[in-house]
């Protein structure tokens, strides 16, 4: 089911006149939602680009003076690296800003070229560390190695500016640059959502202009396997396709299942891993176990714990499913290990480890029996033999093990390296005891996560995590004595993609904030400034839309919160972007600029009011500008989006999005999972005879583990549930509650309208919930309605 194009302007625009439609719930509910623009306004700051490189170098200088560019540049370089950085400098500068540098040979006298050069004087500087000169005759970029050649390559592409006119120029400068951090990471998941070969190298490019080095493939989980195993063809036939939950899994034509499917062949792991290597990226994949295990177990029950028949799941969380601990599970991992071992060149190989819920082995008298077979007194003794195992394997190849931080719960042999994702505490622990780490906490450095409060948001985690608290995110703990700090190799930030079904929302989570990590992987503590950050921001998104990268504009757009006075006539709005950028508007329609009236406290328009916002740096537009309308009918309307979360319920707020339909746009819907509740704090019930609840019902898909008890429901009074209305918070007295049907319309949705007792009056916090337990499913609030008498 789709939201109608004039509904979404009125659940993110504010759009005026829809209470009389909400008053009869119609309209065209199955044309698409409209789409936030792609780009930003096509004028270009003017900006010293030696003053918006990133991330921050660790040294500048300015200069005096500038360096023509243009196509009878001359790229001049000796030796194959050296060789190489040229050419693929040359092929970024042509598709970002239109000038093709020719390619000369050697290091000969030019004037006007551009050097590129492997110094083996320059070898004792630290590794990726890279000298960059420009001047008005010439530019050199040196190295002791190809990969510092490289960034410097990097550096020397955010320098070239291109004037109005068309003419291209390098300032004069010179940098001395070298990573703070040896392990700059980011992780992609084609184990919820599939990306295609030339998806993951469009990753590894972008990575590569943000000066990161790692890429950690997370190839293997519940709801996929990912990578072709030769020895054991069912891990892809069988454990490379999902159903989709509800309607998503079903062909529209048909009604029959659709299965999701997709896998790397090891020609495409080739392949990525060559690409990844040219750009000074390593590889890391990750075949994750005990848990996270659904979709191998589906392809061969009998590396099961349970003799229970399992498919690749459609849901998502915790699952209880684990590998058994017999011998010839671990050799099936050993033989994964092993095919994978020789197309991965790099140091690392990550075995999962995390989520490992222990209730099957408990259960297991096989298990149990295994346990004393091989000493192991505890069930995390037990995952700790098999990690033990694992490590001796990959030592014996060549190779390092890293594991989620849980791995550091039982005994850990000295060689592995942790990944710490729940806080910093595990890499905090692990540190201390020798082991090395990389800071990768979920609170902090996890993408999926929402990154602002707009309801322009794509589906997501719960939670918000900020542009700024990434940039701020500290990956060595102040209270790590001296002496171990060696230990913590850098950071890495992760795009798990259970709610990312499209490339568009992938780049969404990723960009910006990916820069924000870069920066911190590569800049010293000390030349970190998130203020120089945002004003170097404006002239990185340029860069973006120059390399074709897509990125958030919800960071860049306007949001605004309207109090009415029904009395008076009037609307009171407070205005704000989630950067603090300076925001203009206009309240005739026009569009802003940044001429346009300074946002500077809140303003208070007669009804009907309509106004535009932008945000501006520089006197440029960083995002198109945001329409909002209000009447005395919209201003008895919330969205979902704009309705509190009942305190002290259970606060998981989910951004879920429907099951349906198959392709395209679909609903999104906000809601708790874990006690379903919504609130109207302050809601003006001054003449309101009732309460009109849009509602629509999504498969519930969450397995929680050891948190499912957690999940609570008031109970139902009749057949189905009720919805139920209470004053003052779900606490408070009950005013009004309508039974619920047994299944929505043929729309997806159902329209309620609870009559509120005469007398009812005044502002009070309205708490909306529904009772009973509807799983597999369950009811969401699409949007509230106040009806006059």
């Avoid at 698409?32 to 660790?58: F, G, I, N």
């Avoid at 060696?486 to 904030?513: S, Y």
């Amino acid at each position: 089911m789709k939201r109608s194009t004039l509904l979404h302007h009125a659940r993110h625009l504010g759009a005026a006149g829809l209470l009389a439609m909400l008053a009869a719930c119609g309209g065209d509910r199955d044309a698409a939602p409209e789409r936030q623009p792609a780009t930003t306004a096509a004028a270009t700051p003017k900006y010293d680009s030696r003053e918006t490189l990133v991330p921050a170098p660790a040294s500048l200088t300015p200069g005096e003076g500038r360096l023509a560019l243009g196509a009878g540049t001359r790229l001049l370089a000796e030796g194959d690296a050296a060789r190489t950085v040229a050419t693929q400098f040359a092929a970024l500068l042509g598709k970002g800003r239109g000038i093709e540098p020719q390619l000369g040979e050697g290091l000969q006298e030019t004037e006007g070229a551009i050097r590129f050069a492997i110094d083996p004087a320059r070898a004792a500087a630290a590794s990726e560390a890279y000298l960059l000169e420009v001047t008005p005759s010439g530019a050199t970029v040196s190295a002791g190695d190809a990969a510092g050649l490289f960034y410097g390559a990097m550096t020397l592409l955010q320098l070239a500016t291109v004037d109005g006119d068309g003419s291209a120029w390098l300032p004069a400068v010179r940098i001395e640059d070298a990573p703070r951090f040896s392990w700059r990471g980011f992780m992609m998941d084609p184990a919820r959502h599939f990306w295609t070969v030339d998806q993951v190298k469009q990753v590894i490019d972008a990575m590569a202009l943000h000066k990161l080095n790692v890429l950690h493939w997370h190839l293997t989980d519940d709801q996929g396997w990912r990578v072709e195993i030769r020895k054991y063809p069912k891990l892809t036939e069988v454990g490379g396709c999902r159903i989709p939950a509800g309607d998503g899994g079903l062909d529209p034509r048909t009604g029959k299942p659709r299965p999701y499917c997709g896998f790397y062949t090891q020609d495409e792991v080739r392949d990525i891993v060559a690409y990844a290597a040219a750009r000074h990226i390593t590889v890391v994949p990750e075949i994750n176990q005990p848990g996270h295990a659904t979709a191998a177990i589906a392809a061969y029950p009998e590396l099961g714990s349970t003799d229970l028949p399992l498919v690749p799941s459609s849901e998502w969380g915790v699952f209880p499913n684990l590998f058994n601990a017999e011998e010839s599970t671990i050799a099936f991992l050993e033989d994964v290990i092993g095919e994978l071992v020789p197309l991965f060149p790099g140091t690392y190989f990550h075995i999962g480890g995390d989520e490992a819920v222990k209730d099957q082995w408990e259960a297991s008298a096989r298990v149990q029996q295994r346990m004393r077979e091989v000493g192991a007194k505890t069930e995390m003794e037990m995952q700790s033999h098999i990690v033990a195992r694992l490590e001796k394997f990959l030592a014996a190849h060549g190779k390092r093990l890293i594991g989620w931080d849980e791995i550091l719960e039982g005994p850990l042999p000295p060689e592995a390296t942790v990944m710490s994702w729940r806080g910093t505490e595990g890499g905090l622990e692990a540190a201390r005891e020798g082991h090395d780490v990389v800071m990768s906490p979920s609170g902090d450095l996890y993408l999926d996560y929402l990154q602002t409060d707009s309801p322009f948001e794509p589906p997501g985690r719960p939670a918000t995590i900020t542009l700024e608290q990434v940039y701020a995110f500290e990956p060595v703990p102040a209270e790590l004595e001296e002496d171990k700090r060696h230990h913590i190799l850098g950071l890495q930030a992760n795009l798990w993609t259970e709610h990312t079904r499209t490339w568009e929302r992938f780049e969404h989570h990723v960009f910006p904030r990916l820069a924000a990590v870069a920066e911190t992987g590569w800049t010293p503590a000390g030349r970190k400034d998130y203020a120089g950050f945002l004003r170097r921001l404006p002239a990185q998104l340029e860069r973006y839309r120059a390399w074709g990268i897509g990125y958030a504009q919800t960071p860049f757009q306007v949001d605004a919160v309207a109090e009415d006075d029904r009395k008076a006539g009037t609307v009171t709005v407070t205005l704000s972007n989630p950067l603090g950028y300076a925001v203009h508007y206009t309240t005739d329609g026009s569009e802003p600029t940044a001429a346009s009236t300074a946002y500077a406290g809140p303003v208070t328009l007669e009804l009907p009011a309509k106004l535009r916002a932008a945000a501006f740096a520089d006197g440029v537009a960083l995002a198109p500008a945001r329409d909002y309308r209000w009447d005395a009918a919209s201003l008895l309307v919330r969205s979902d989006e704009q309705l509190a979360t009942c305190p002290d319920a259970g606060r998981l707020l989910l951004r879920l999005e429907d099951d349906g339909p198959a392709d395209g746009e679909r609903a999104i819907f906000n809601t708790t999972i874990f006690y379903p509740c919504w609130q109207w704090n302050g809601a003006d019930l001054d003449g309101v005879a009732a309460v009109k609840v849009r509602a629509g019902r999504i498969p519930y898909y969450f397995q929680l583990a050891h948190d499912e008890p957690h999940r609570k429901f008031e109970p139902a009074r009749s057949a189905h549930g009720e919805l139920d209305i209470h004053a003052d918070g779900c606490g408070g007295e009950r005013l009004a509650s309508v039974p619920l049907p047994e299944a929505p319309g043929r729309d997806g949705f159902i329209e309620l309208v609870a009559e509120l007792p005469a007398g009812v009056a005044g502002h009070r916090d309205l708490c909306l919930r529904f009772t009973g337990d509807t799983r597999p499913q369950m009811w969401v609030v699409d949007r509230v309605g106040l009806q006059l008498r």
